[in-house]
């Protein structure tokens, strides 16, 4: 789909930002299209290191948290994890599990079953604990929106304790919301209305994270651990695709700087049969080729294995697990291009596109690819989308939006047909009543505000930049950026009648576009496409056209050129 071009106005004394801090005018403005602003918040963004992070003491019932785990510890109480099963759930539990046993804690962990279990804890999983004389339940990347599922635990003379990063749950009187806090002995989770945490998107690993860096300190405990745990956190929080600023940015920082000299056996085996070079590791690598296979085990059978290959220290059995691991991603690979061509057949064959919000009912899908399948529907009609199938009792559905549309928020109005639900502005998850399918339809589109300008996406152009002025210096330096991903996105760069010299499509696949393009002073540059497919069009010789790029180094045959990554082009 063709994009919306649109160029930045953010105005700030770029000439001054680049003389102090040593860089080109082209880096100070896209850090001001960050909103970046300030010389405390652009030092932390360019040179912000561990001791940055802000104090966790300042995160609601942090504190409170630790005096009742440590006291837990020393009464030799059983204390049971309950997380999620997808990346950043198999991390929190990764770091609560292995800080908890340093601090000498009986502990153990629970991963629910997506098919058996759904998301989060429930009452089953509290009765389990119950009959297994569990005294304390820490919950990690859910629990937020358990409200009778805590408030059964404490009846059951359970202590619990909720960690988590999703949003509150609230109800709205006469226009004033109402959050709906979990009746917890403590509930740690950075958005909560009264905590005074400076910083609000840690992914549920960060919250994790942040509770046991602050038992190792009641505990005096070796912080050499915390280095392998922020790996960790690293990991999370690419692969939740949270946003990448502030601290987040920090620790991935960090995190793929120091996953080369990992300790941990199993990340080491797993990026080695995945292809991946250790040493050179980015959030890329995280994001689509080591996050899919953790989470491929939550999806098509059970997490514990993607936290067992991480506990794993033996090297022959963790390669042997890791193997597994990518077996089931590439089954589930084959599942999500099945179901997407189903649903696009269903959107195209039904006129669904009249609708703004779509609603897919996929019922023999299998339920853990629901979300990817609806991101790849939202990418394709750009139009929030939802994917539903059926499950152990009703239906089941993940969505994925876009910018101006909360899902959370909307689904929030829907919640008198949906037997559970919860997520963020852009994801949520949800269960409901299969006969309830298209009344939710109908309300979300009765509620949608989405305008024909809202369902065009959009392409925000940093800096419009001749090609001529883009050097292996900047190059060079728009890796001070990194590393990039939501909230931070790659940036991006434009320039106009640029005349075509050859254009071919390249590739075993065929899906490159490889163009040698001439400007106006006759410098010639050489740019590629990836990712075309052989409906989309081809610039011809001899014309002339706008492009959307990004500028790269390409090697060789180890001779190092410069060479433009194109987005999009027009004529």
């Not at 254009?503 to 400007?519: D, F, H, P, Y």
Request: negative net charge; proline residues 3%.
């Amino acid at each position: 789909m063709r994009s919306d071009w649109r160029v930045y106005a953010k105005r700030a004394d770029f000439k001054g930002i680049a003389g102090k801090y040593g860089i080109d005018q082209v880096i100070a403005r896209i850090i001001r299209n960050r909103d970046i602003c300030g010389d405390a918040a652009i030092d932390m963004y360019l040179n912000g290191d561990i001791n940055d992070m802000h104090n966790p003491e300042s995160m609601k019932d942090a504190v409170l948290s630790v005096d009742i785990i440590t006291q837990k510890i020393k009464d030799k109480c059983k204390i049971r994890i309950i997380g999620d099963y997808d990346i950043d759930g198999i991390c929190s539990i990764y770091i609560l599990y292995k800080g908890l046993m340093a601090a000498g804690a009986d502990v153990d962990y629970v991963v629910p079953h997506r098919i058996n279990d759904g998301y989060g804890i429930n009452e089953h999983l509290i009765d389990n604990a119950i009959n297994e004389e569990i005294d304390t339940i820490i919950t990690c990347d859910n629990g937020i929106a358990a409200y009778n599922q805590v408030k059964y635990a404490k009846e059951n003379g359970l202590t619990v304790i909720v960690t988590d990063h999703h949003d509150v749950p609230f109800d709205e009187v006469n226009g004033v919301k109402e959050y709906r806090v979990p009746p917890a002995d403590a509930v740690v989770n950075p958005k909560q209305e009264d905590c005074q945490y400076p910083f609000k998107l840690l992914c549920g690993a960060g919250v994790a994270y942040k509770l046991i860096s602050l038992i190792y300190e009641r505990l005096r405990l070796d912080t050499k651990d915390m280095e392998e745990y922020r790996e960790f956190m690293a990991i999370a929080t690419v692969g939740d695709i949270v946003d990448l600023i502030d601290e987040n940015r920090v620790v991935v920082k960090y995190g793929l700087k120091h996953i080369a000299h990992t300790v941990n056996t199993g990340l080491k085996a797993l990026a080695e049969e995945c292809g991946v070079d250790i040493n050179n590791i980015s959030s890329y690598h995280i994001g689509f080729v080591i996050g899919p296979c953790l989470n491929a085990s939550g999806r098509l059978d059970t997490a514990r294995k993607a936290i067992e290959l991480m506990l794993c220290k033996n090297t022959e059995e963790a390669h042997n697990m890791a193997r597994e691991l990518i077996t089931l991603n590439t089954e589930r690979k084959q599942m999500t291009e099945d179901e997407t061509a189903k649903a696009i057949e269903l959107v195209e064959k039904n006129d669904m596109l009249k609708d703004r919000v779509l609603v897919i009912y996929l019922p023999d899908c299998h339920e853990s690819i629901a979300g990817i399948i609806a991101g790849r529907i939202k990418e394709r009609y750009y139009r929030p989308t939802f994917v539903i199938t059926n499950a152990e009792e009703g239906a089941k559905g993940s969505g994925r939006s876009i910018e101006g549309y909360n899902m959370y928020e909307e689904i929030n109005k829907c919640k008198n047909v949906l037997t559970k639900y919860g997520g963020h502005p852009m994801a949520a998850g949800l269960s409901l009543e299969t006969a309830d399918i298209d009344v939710f339809r109908q309300m979300l589109n009765d509620n949608a505000t989405l305008d024909d300008s809202d369902l065009i996406p959009k392409t925000w152009i940093d800096v419009p930049m001749p090609v001529g002025y883009a050097s292996m210096g900047l190059v060079g330096q728009l890796k001070l950026l990194e590393p990039f991903g939501k909230g931070n996105e790659k940036p991006v760069f434009a320039d106009r009648d640029l005349y075509v010299k050859t254009a071919s499509i390249i590739g075993k696949n065929r899906n490159v576009l490889k163009m040698q393009l001439e400007t106006k002073e006759g410098y010639i540059v050489q740019a590629v496409q990836f990712g075309i497919s052989d409906k989309d069009p081809v610039p011809k010789a001899g014309s002339r056209i706008l492009i959307v790029y990004y500028p790269d180094i390409n090697v060789y045959n180890g001779v190092s050129s410069l060479q433009i990554i194109i987005k999009e082009w027009k004529e």
